[in-house]
């Protein structure tokens, strides 16, 4: 028999939140842990939680999986066991809606701030704006993000300061459009982001790096957008590596 | 009154200068502090035993004055800091509010008098030093 703690929460009836106990048969082939938690809802319909594409490009189920951040669609349930015990809590530090739902606007906010989309006012070629292959492979690991808040949930300078500090996420995002050639508007890009807090908050402690469902390393690209701030103030105009005038 | 809007600007988060500025100020603060241990501690173990005026000569230098004027200074700024950074993080309404929901309604006042207490404590150690050092 597998042990499954849930939080369950109902601000409609509950006062508190609290964890329900449910024991079920292991099944006989390994199933996700997003599986487990259709089989659980068969038998308890009230048990809430997000979901959409069920194999990991979506983002909706993000979940804290035995007191690590995941995806409940692509972590395998032998992998997530301590034994036969697995507690399953929402993300943590973002208000809860219900049960595993919690209330992403915090999270959104953040990645608003950071303008993530790309800002180049210059007359558009007629078809699209070229990079070089080698221009185009600085993006690689940094657009692959898919917004599950794993890595910022999982990270306590986020947790304390949710409004002023941007978050590994939106920090990768702002990252992408920094590292992007065909972007002018870096200067005003760092300005946003020369506050103590927005991207000095993180110590490095790379929770987000063990807690990225699709193996990104938000650690890096913080630590690439703190050498830009340092170094200070970039060309207005960014030569591209193949010599073109971006 | 420049010490309470200085802890009060400060304690709400807007250190009044940008992160790399901090940056910076905490690393060369703490390299300085490391050149100053490893001077010092090198005197220590190159004149072992150590007679009172060797310690006498070596205190009343110019080098060892302005070089532990400069050591504390640097402490004074990288403790400023990093206590700076514990009440933004700890004495907040929110992360007090997970304690305790009365705790969060003092949150701001907290971490104003947290801020005022260190500064203050920070500046009369520092001129009990230089008063040591110096006079």
Known sequence: MLNINIYR?????DKFPYMMNYE?????KDIMVLDLLHLLKE???SLSFRRSCREGVCGSDGMSINGKNGLACITALSDALKGDRLDIRPLPGLPVIRDLVVDMTQFYNQYEKIKPFLQNDTTPPEQERLQSPADRDKLDGLYECILCACCSTSCPSFWWNP?????PAAL????RFLADTRDLEKDSRLDDLADPFSVYRCHGIMNCVAACPKGLNPNKAIGEIKTMLLKGKSSKNIIASDGVTA | MYLVYFSYSNCNGYLLVK???IWYLQRCSSIFIFIYIIYVVVF????????FNEWFLFKSSLLFKLSTTTAFLSILVHAYIGLWTIGTDYLTPRTLGFLNFTLSKIADTSRLL??????VLGLLLYFYLLLLVWI
């Open chain 1, 9 to 13: 929460y109902n601000p409609e009836q």
């Open chain 1, 24 to 28: 079920i048969e292991k099944p006989e």
């Open chain 1, 43 to 45: 038998n308890d319909p």
């Open chain 1, 163 to 167: 409004d002023k500090f941007v978050g």
């Open chain 1, 172 to 175: 990768l995002q702002a990252y």
């Open chain 2, 19 to 21: 992160g790399s500025t």
């Open chain 2, 44 to 51: 220590i173990i190159s004149s072992l035993p150590i007679a």
């Open chain 2, 114 to 119: 947290y801020n005022i207490l260190f500064t």
